[in-house]
């Protein structure tokens, strides 16, 4: 079955430093997703991306995210200058058929801002 | 905007008894509803959607969901509950509406199955 990888699976970063992580989404799908968790909590929408730009982001996607597909298969999102609330679980999906044939998850990167 | 309420943040059951974890939805047009389950220290893992068609939906390892739309709930139920099923479970949904095709979470609900 088709999966969503996502590396690194941890990664642990000194505050203020830059941070890309990284998704290979399902081949043939078109709309790709961050997600944040903060353990164990409510897992939040970051971001939506489609046709090679943002479809939506959420209050949580400021200045300091951005997302880029790069080269027709990876899908990264790169926090600029990490905060020690940046810390938690990232997830990465994508769809197609606009969600009909349901949504895949990356395993995650665990993010740790020391 | 849409949204997902799971009201109980934990649910216990005994190894044997039927389990319910409750979801209800708000979206301005029609839903696309997911459960999803996720395990210590793992990702998401889809257990069954509702696009269209029949209320009942069947999913893995036994679970099934119920879509009502006049009381816009999708609760999560299996008839015999395992010690394996224990994890944390979230519903989430998708407005036809939202042109972003997004999924929204619940806060998610803890089942604990007791032995």
């Known amino acids: 079955e088709p999966e969503v990888t996502q590396t690194p699976s941890h990664q642990v970063t000194q505050m203020g430093q830059e941070v890309i992580l990284r998704c290979v989404p399902i081949?043939?799908?078109?709309?790709f997703y961050w997600y944040r968790q903060i353990l164990g909590q409510k897992v939040e929408f970051l971001v939506s991306f489609y046709n090679n730009e943002i479809s939506e982001k959420s209050e949580i996607f400021d200045d300091q995210f951005s997302v880029e597909r790069p080269d027709g298969s990876n899908f990264t999102l790169k926090i600029r200058s990490t905060k020690l609330e940046d810390s938690a679980m990232y997830f990465c999906?994508?769809?197609?058929?606009?969600?009909?044939?349901?949504?895949?998850f990356g395993s995650g990167t665990r993010l740790t801002v020391v | 905007a849409q949204s997902v309420a799971q009201p109980e943040d934990q649910v216990n059951v005994a190894e044997g008894n039927p389990l319910t974890v409750k979801c209800t939805y708000s979206?301005?047009?029609?839903?696309?509803l997911f459960w999803y389950v996720q395990y210590p220290n793992r990702g998401l893992q889809f257990l069954l959607k509702?696009?269209?068609?029949?209320?009942l939906v069947k999913g893995s390892y036994g679970f099934e969901a119920e879509f009502n739309k006049s009381q816009t709930s999708f609760h999560l139920k299996k008839p015999s509950a395992l010690v394996s099923d224990s994890a944390l479970y979230f519903c989430?949904?998708?407005?036809?509406?939202?042109?972003?095709?997004?999924?929204?979470f619940g806060s998610g609900t803890r089942l604990l199955v007791r032995p």
């Open positions: 979206v301005s047009g029609n839903p696309y």
């Open positions: 081949s043939n799908h078109l709309y």
């Open positions: 509702y696009i269209t068609g029949d209320n």
């Open positions: 989430a949904v998708r407005d036809m509406l939202d042109s972003s095709y997004k999924l929204i």
């Open positions: 999906a994508s769809t197609n058929a606009q969600g009909a044939s349901g949504y895949t």
